[in-house]
């Protein structure tokens, strides 16, 4: 196969902070509404309990609702602090190289040390360009960092019109 593109991205903690704002921003709306829903309708459904006299289930799902809010809001946070903190482990070690991703016609590859992925574009959940970046999401949690000045071969404006084909409604310009 005839490569298309090459980008290696030096991953700095910078970079990661900037891709968890922008990650924030995209799936973090989402997240707070649809737990703003299902807290109202527990609070509906608590509410029924105690009006019509069932007191014990009535505490025991307000129990429910601590342990929902909790799995919610506290979880994701200290899940958060965990991940900067390993980004900020990784930035003390020196990093000599980075991540070289490889652009073919139906799939790309990831070369990260002595690690390899092989993925086709009909796996890409989602992909997002902005001003400096392309973000190549796996699934909703995971994604690869492609820092726009590092293109070796080919250039970003004709990657985001080829990445742009590749994915059709699943890429966006933010």
């Known amino acids: 196969m005839k490569l298309l593109f090459k980008n290696t991205t030096l991953y700095t903690n910078q970079m990661y902070e900037t ?9 973090g709306t989402s997240y707070y509404i649809s737990s703003a829903f299902i807290t109202l309708i527990l609070l509906v459904f608590i509410a029924m309990l105690f009006y019509e006299g069932y007191f014990l289930q009535g505490f025991l799902f307000v129990l429910v609702l601590f342990l929902f809010l909790g799995w919610r809001f506290v979880y994701p946070s200290i899940q ?20 070289t991703f490889y652009f073919y016609e139906n799939y ?3 070369v990260e040390n002595q690690n390899q992925s092989k993925i086709s574009y009909w796996k890409l959940y989602r992909v997002y360009e902005t001003n400096e970046f392309f973000y190549l999401y796996y699934n909703k949690d995971y ?18 019109q080829f990445i742009s084909q590749k994915v059709k409604r699943r890429f966006k310009r933010v």
Do not use: R, Y
Not at 80 to 99: A, C, D, R, V, Y
């Open 19 to 27: 891709f968890l704002q922008f990650h924030e921003s995209i799936f």
């Open 80 to 99: 958060l602090k965990k991940k900067k903190h390993k980004i900020k482990q990784k930035e003390k070690k020196p990093k000599t190289s980075g991540t």
């Open 108 to 110: 790309f590859c990831s």
């Open 143 to 160: 994604a690869f960092l492609l820092n726009k000045s590092d293109f070796s071969v080919g250039n970003a404006p004709s990657f985001s």
